[in-house]
């Protein structure tokens, strides 16, 4: 069974400091994404990394997927309220006649201002 | 272009009731998702559709849930009878085929089973 293990499980900052989630497993996966959800909505997806190694930046969110392709990290710098909500890695690997999505445990960012 | 769109948003019933949900994935993606996520979790796969084909239901309670997908478009998801451990969200998701790696989610639908 492939898991992915998210550190931490909650996070309250204020306005403006850095933050780093973790996403780990002990599986290796094709590829690795991140999802946030804001509350009563569905996940949306934020990037894709591919390749072991892959850094990513979108804005202020900066994703690295690691050499091994088992991990992955999101670092936020100088976060905003907007960026409130669930952080959600997913791994894919290729499972016989499609790709499988499996989600790590979430992380709950809370950006008070 | 549209959105995955779910109904009902919420719902409430007592155990041993049964529910359904309804789902519209995005014009044109033929695979389906049905997700359930439990409050500060991440969501679990419950079963996985190819146009109307089932492609893994590995983690579907078949003895209680059942899924479909008629017409290779819209579809529903029945919970018969439902427990208090089935409290939770269940998202539909979308993608334009089995190897797209990106799903498009709907907003879900949050039951409640008292």
């Known amino acids: 069974t492939q898991l992915l293990e998210q550190s931490p499980q909650f996070l309250s900052i204020q306005e403006g400091e850095n933050l780093t989630v973790y996403c780990n497993s002990s599986?290796?996966?094709?590829?690795l994404q991140w999802y946030r959800q804001e509350p009563g909505e569905g996940p949306v997806l934020l990037v894709t990394?591919?390749?072991?190694?892959e850094v990513k930046k979108l804005k202020r969110l900066t994703f690295q997927f690691g050499d091994a392709r088992k991990d992955s990290s999101l670092h936020i710098t100088a976060a905003q309220t907007g960026d409130t909500g669930l952080y959600l890695c997913?791994?894919?690997?290729?499972?016989?006649?499609?790709?499988?999505?499996?989600f790590g445990t979430g992380t709950l960012l809370a950006v008070q201002p | 272009e549209a959105g995955v769109a779910q109904s009902p948003r919420y719902k409430i019933i007592e155990k041993r009731q049964s529910v359904a949900f309804w789902c519209n994935p995005i014009?044109?993606?033929?695979?389906l998702y049905w997700y359930q996520q439990i409050l500060g979790q991440g969501p679990k796969l419950l079963i996985q559709?190819?146009?109307?084909?089932?492609?893994?239901d590995s983690q579907l309670p078949k003895d209680r849930f059942s899924a479909e997908r008629l017409k290779g478009v819209d579809s529903t998801l029945k919970i018969q009878p439902a427990k208090l451990e089935d409290s939770a969200v269940y998202l539909c998701?979308?993608?334009?085929?089995?190897?797209?790696?990106?799903?498009?989610f709907g907003p879900g639908t949050r039951l409640t089973v008292l």
């Open positions: 998701a979308s993608s334009a085929g089995p190897y797209s790696y990106e799903q498009f």
């Open positions: 559709f190819q146009n109307n084909g089932v492609v893994d």
């Open positions: 014009s044109g993606h033929a695979t």
């Open positions: 997913a791994g894919a690997w290729y499972g016989g006649a499609t790709n499988k999505l499996i």
């Open positions: 990394v591919v390749t072991g190694g």
């Open positions: 599986s290796v996966f094709s590829s």
